[in-house]
């Protein structure tokens, strides 16, 4: 049964954010939830639910949408939701406010329902950002809880200098009217603790050139891209994670894209479109996904392995440790997780050759986290080259301060060609024996 609600609700979901307006191929939607939880007046007056949303980086409406969320707080008087009714108002007293119908009596038939109000807005974002939500009890009997709302605004992007806020679990997403969005605004990730989302559904790509700040994190969520451009640094310091589609880092000038303390590689794969994106502090835990340097350089921080994962792109040297003009360097790795061989897999790829070198950390590895002979070996053998059968060895030079990896065949290629030289010296001595005795 819970099975088939989530179904019907993912449908729902789906249905809900592909109502946008056409027309609108550079389009955003912004979306806030707002928790409540108080009941609605049973039968008489109304419940008001407000919020103020003065930097969303939408300049002009063009659709809105609402989830409302109830719940019955009484088991002795369960909510009649066919009984209730809701209007959103847009605006201040002072401003002209615009009001629609999210939904009239008989039309709310879930506890969770979405509605869309499509162009009954359309005009610029209003000063006060002010948006209201009323929700009347038509009959007595029955008492509702409204747990909490969502709005959804798309339109065009503000232009470049204002600020677009994702504080409060703020969500930005490609408009479902266009293959692409654009976000000339900077972005506020909020406080410390919040994650901004920005997601784009498979083939979309959603663009961001302005500055994101903030001390929240950055969440990279949907199939589709996620690109970090322009030419002023980034600057949150929360979390940068990515959790499903790409996130391309390409920013211009030799500014960073990515400064937080750490990205998280959940799954998708962090791209780079350019050298230099990443602060050389910044720690990257990978627990699934892929980090692809597409053979840009770059230097950050230390590498955690806990999940299988990869990362392609990778140069290589042309002697053991010695600098490239591409490489990719980890200040170190964790080797915590390899005490054991119950470590995850790090896959860079099957483009490389015998006794291939990369260049992979810009320090010794004993100095890394959790070294001891064992935890080396144990991460050295997880290392794959695709389906090359080949395995690692971790060296270092001492001349470069570069630790480095070469592609070396596993030990059992090495004991088959072991038998193999042996079982040829046995038969040529064979026969040289024959020969001896025949003359």
């Not at 919020?51 to 009649?80: D, E, H, M, R």
Request: charged residues 10%; contains cysteine; aromatic residues 6%.
């Amino acid at each position: 049964m819970k099975k088939q609600t989530h179904l019907h609700l993912l449908a729902g979901l789906v249905a809900f954010l592909a109502m946008g307006s056409a027309g609108l191929p550079q389009g955003i939607q912004v979306e806030r939830t707002v928790t409540v939880g108080k009941n609605v007046p049973d039968g008489s007056g109304q419940l008001i639910s407000a919020t103020t949303w003065l930097n969303s980086g939408i300049g002009s409406v063009s659709w809105v949408g609402s989830t409302v969320t109830f719940s019955s707080p009484f088991s002795n008087n369960p909510i009649v939701k066919s009984d209730l009714s809701g209007t959103l108002t847009f605006g201040s007293s002072s401003e002209t406010p615009v009001t629609s119908t999210v939904f009239s009596a008989g039309q709310l038939t879930s506890l969770t329902q979405q509605f869309t109000m499509a162009d009954a807005f359309d005009a610029d974002w209003k000063s006060s950002g002010l948006w209201t939500l009323k929700i009347r009890d038509t009959k007595a009997g029955g008492v509702a809880a409204l747990d909490s709302w969502k709005l959804v605004v798309e339109g065009t992007s503000t232009a470049a200098g204002t600020t677009m806020d994702l504080g409060n679990g703020g969500i930005v997403r490609v408009a479902s009217s266009g293959s692409s969005g654009t976000i000339n605004a900077n972005v506020n990730t909020g406080s410390s603790g919040n994650t901004a989302t920005m997601e784009s559904a498979s083939t979309k790509t959603l663009e961001v050139t302005g500055s994101i700040s903030g001390a929240g994190g950055l969440s990279k969520s949907g199939l589709g891209t996620l690109l970090l451009a322009g030419s002023t640094a980034n600057t949150f310091t929360g979390v940068a994670s990515v959790d499903a589609g790409t996130l391309k880092l390409q920013k211009t000038g030799g500014v960073a894209a990515i400064s937080a303390g750490t990205i998280a590689i959940n799954g998708g794969t962090l791209l780079l479109g350019a050298a230099n994106q990443i602060s050389d502090s910044t720690a990257v835990t990978m627990a699934g996904g892929t980090l692809n340097t597409d053979g840009f350089a770059d230097r950050v921080g230390k590498l955690t392995v806990s999940a299988n994962s990869a990362i392609s792109g990778l140069v290589t040297s042309s002697g053991g440790g010695v600098a490239t003009s591409s490489d990719f360097l980890f200040s170190g790795v964790d080797l915590n997780n390899y005490a054991t061989s119950s470590g995850s897999s790090l896959n860079l790829g099957g483009g490389y050759g015998y006794q291939s070198t990369i260049n992979f950390s810009s320090s010794n590895y004993t100095g890394w986290s959790g070294y001891s002979t064992t935890s080396l070996n144990n991460f050295a053998d997880k290392v794959q080259f695709g389906n090359t059968g080949m395995k690692a060895s971790i060296s270092f030079n001492g001349s470069t301060g570069l630790t480095y990896i070469t592609a070396i065949p596993e030990p059992k290629v090495y004991v088959a060609m072991a038998m193999l030289l042996a079982l040829v010296g046995v038969t040529e001595y064979r026969r040289r024996r024959c020969e001896k005795s025949a003359a």
